[in-house]
């Protein structure tokens, strides 16, 4: 090491020898979160979900469908692709209704105002104990017990997720659906759809319930558990 090196300090870790923007604790930060820069132009709508192999956290653009909100989030910035920075504003669990009738709940959902749709993470999927594979045209994802609970079919070079016809009237901003709406819409999805969880085990391995009511309950709701390290 030189003498002119010595005299660097870097102001990320305080150490001497270095610059900040060559600081090894920058290359690991999760600030280096990604996705695509082509989810932040204009074609996509954000009532969709895209299955985005680049993308390291999962993402939405809908602050409204963030529950159990940490408004203090691990980050508060990520890097696009292109290495331009947008803010993260919240994180949090986001449900998606798949089009297979799974009510499936992705946790700790980054909010990035700056997308124009939201983003499953496929890292953040098979990290958390689930599958995720690819074919030609289409996307299947499976969870813990390897029970499909969702697909997506590839659009534009990007896999667009299949969302239930219903999906749009409850991924509405909180303020344009009240909860007796909401569970009329769902308590109609339990009278008249046929259901696509016909195994008796739940993914932690466990029975199902013999109850009609809680075999319906277990029918509803798919957790895909991908929770962001």
């Not at 870097?10 to 820069?37: A, I, M, S, T």
């Not at 689930?130 to 070079?157: M, P, Q, W």
């Amino acid at each position: 090491m030189t003498d002119s090196s010595k005299k660097i300090t870097c102001y990320k870790c305080k150490e001497d020898g270095h610059y900040r923007n060559q600081c090894p604790l920058l290359k690991n930060n999760n600030n280096k979160c990604v996705f695509n820069v082509v989810f932040l132009n204009g074609k996509f709508n954000k009532t969709e979900w895209y299955v985005d192999s680049g993308a390291s956290a999962h993402m939405t653009a809908n602050e409204s469908w963030i529950k159990d909100m940490n408004a203090t989030p691990c980050l508060t910035e990520i890097v696009v692709a292109n290495e331009s920075k947008v803010p993260v504003v919240c994180s949090g669990d986001v449900d998606i209704f798949s089009d297979l009738n799974f009510n499936i709940t992705v946790k700790d959902v980054l909010c990035v105002p700056s997308l124009t749709t939201n983003l499953l993470s496929v890292s953040e999927l098979i990290k958390n104990g689930n599958s995720v594979s690819f074919d030609e045209k289409h996307c299947y994802i499976r969870n813990k017990s390897n029970i499909l609970v969702a697909t997506a079919d590839l659009s534009d070079g990007v896999y667009k997720l299949r969302l239930h016809t219903r999906s749009c009237m409850l991924a509405a901003p909180k303020e344009e659906v009240n909860s007796d709406s909401v569970g009329e819409v769902l308590q109609n999805v339990l009278d008249t759809e046929d259901y696509h969880l016909n195994s008796s085990v739940y993914e932690d391995g466990n029975e199902t319930p013999t109850g009609s009511d809680s075999v319906q309950e277990a029918q509803m709701t798919s957790t895909l558990g991908a929770r962001i390290a």
